[in-house]
């Protein structure tokens, strides 16, 4: 599921495509064939225009056009695709799946989505993927535990995260504003709240006791920053930014 730019979209194991307009109550619902949609991402790209990203384990990303549900174009990719999101300027989208790979595609309005890019810093599948407000950075979240971090201008990683246990890290997601942090979550039980302005440094949260044992099954900031929240199997949690600490470049914890 994603919301984004007044549309809320939802996905199915066997291709179902649900999409609800916030602003007029419609809903859109379609089959689009193929396999699990494993991930969906909105967002608009260069020209200004509204597109739903659809990650599809037919190793393909659909997208589409909104609200009007047209299809676009396909992206083909040699492994079933996890995730797909396009940068805050719309010129690039970065892919992730079933592969130590990571993928980056210029996105040219009119002249479709060629790849320019594969990292491969990884040792095993990528779950996630996301871009930093500015669009210079992207990361990816790996099976392996590992979260890498890139320059849009350089090929080489920027730095190399783990989660403590070395279990799988699910989720990465950048906050937008001044805040300038970027959070993963474990599989279970604990989530990474990091500086990304120099990532030296790391905050390590837990979400339930030392004893218990919680998947983590999303990880979110909220669209100003001042939020971060994160679910678990019965529960939504959240918690507090410090928005002013972090606009004077703190020590001490993030959130």
Known sequence: MTVAHGSLATGGTRSELGVFSLKEGTVTEERLGGNVNNALHIGRDSSGDLRLFVSNNDKTVKVFSLPSMTLITTISFPVAINYACLSPDGKFLVAVGDSNQTYLHSAVPNSGYQRIRTFSEANDSGMCCAWNSSGMCFASANQDGSVCVWDLRSTKVLTKL???????????????????????????????????????????????????????????????????????????LGYNVDQTSRRSFPDGNLI
């Not at 990091?194 to 390590?204: H, P």
């Not at 006791?209 to 999303?218: L, P, R, T, W």
């Open 162 to 236: 783990r989660t403590t246990s070395n279990c799988a890290c699910r989720v990465v997601k950048f906050s937008s504003g001044l805040t300038d942090l970027m959070a993963f979550s474990e599989h279970f039980s604990r989530f990474h709240v990091v500086d990304a302005r120099t990532f030296a440094y790391e905050q390590v949260c837990s979400v339930s006791e030392a004893e218990d044992q919680h998947d983590i099954s999303g990880l979110s900031f909220s669209p100003d920053g001042s939020k971060l929240y994160t679910c678990i199997e019965d529960s939504l």
